[in-house]
């Protein structure tokens, strides 16, 4: 079974600037997780879909991060514009159901210049 | 490949020695918990996940106990090998709350040859 993968692998861009991320959860997975991880942290929860809907996005910087999540499949998160303190490995995780185990992509690192 | 522990609390372990990793969890009304293992430059794999009307769960070579009066959650780890060096989360799981996985701080383990 093909995991969740993400893309790009790494990312640098300059402050100010724009950037994307995509992830292809695993086929049948409903609940899709976007998880911000600052270098020595734990993954911090940015937002939570079920199928195409969002679950919980209280911790997303709404001012400059959206998500979005069409046909309930792949998903995007997008910073525009950039802050140095976005620097981060930005992890997808995908699971079947709510309440049952994650599963996570490796990650897209964002180095902000 | 980036480290994810620089700043973590580290356990270093005697190759084929026990270990054990502790974490104390913040929501007494969390039912749902998992222990994941991350290797630098890659996301979080899960190990074991245990909910809240068990206090023991065991795997192959891994064992969680819950101790909800304390809010405390351990890992134990039979015979470490050194593929076992890695960071290690445990994350918990609140289903009313709409099933926000959070995870805790993280302990690096280093197992010595």
């Known amino acids: 079974e093909a995991g969740v993968a993400q893309s790009p692998r790494y990312k640098i861009i300059e402050k100010r600037q724009s950037v994307a991320f995509w992830c292809n959860p695993i086929?049948?997975?409903?609940?899709l997780y976007w998880y911000q991880q600052i270098l020595g942290q734990g993954p911090k929860l940015l937002i939570q879909?079920?199928?195409?809907?969002?679950?919980?996005d209280s911790q997303l910087p709404k001012d400059r991060f959206s998500a979005e999540r069409l046909k309930g499949v792949d998903s995007t998160l997008k910073i525009q514009p950039a802050k140095l303190e976005d620097s981060a490995v930005y992890l997808c995780?995908?699971?079947?159901?709510?309440?049952?185990?994650?599963?996570f992509g490796q990650g897209t690192r964002l180095t902000v210049v | 490949g980036e480290s994810v522990g620089l700043h973590l609390p580290t356990l270093s372990v005697q190759e084929g020695d026990n270990s054990i990793i502790n974490c104390a969890y913040s929501?007494?009304?969390?039912?749902?918990f998992i222990w994941y293992k991350q290797e630098s430059g890659k996301g979080p794999q899960f190990i074991i996940d245990?909910?809240?009307?068990?206090d023991k769960r065991q795997g192959q070579r891994v064992t969680v106990l819950l101790n909800k009066t304390v809010k405390h959650l351990s890992l134990q780890i039979a015979a470490t090998q050194p593929g076992d060096s890695a960071v290690y989360f445990c994350?918990?799981?609140?289903?009313?709350?709409?099933?926000?996985?959070?995870f805790g701080g993280g302990t690096r383990v280093l197992v010595k040859p």
């Open positions: 879909f079920q199928n195409n809907g969002v679950v919980d």
């Open positions: 929501n007494s009304a969390s039912d749902y």
């Open positions: 995780a995908s699971s079947i159901d709510i309440d049952t185990e994650a599963f």
């Open positions: 245990i909910r809240s009307n068990m």
């Open positions: 086929s049948g997975h409903a609940t």
């Open positions: 994350a918990e799981n609140w289903a009313a709350a709409g099933n926000k996985l959070t």
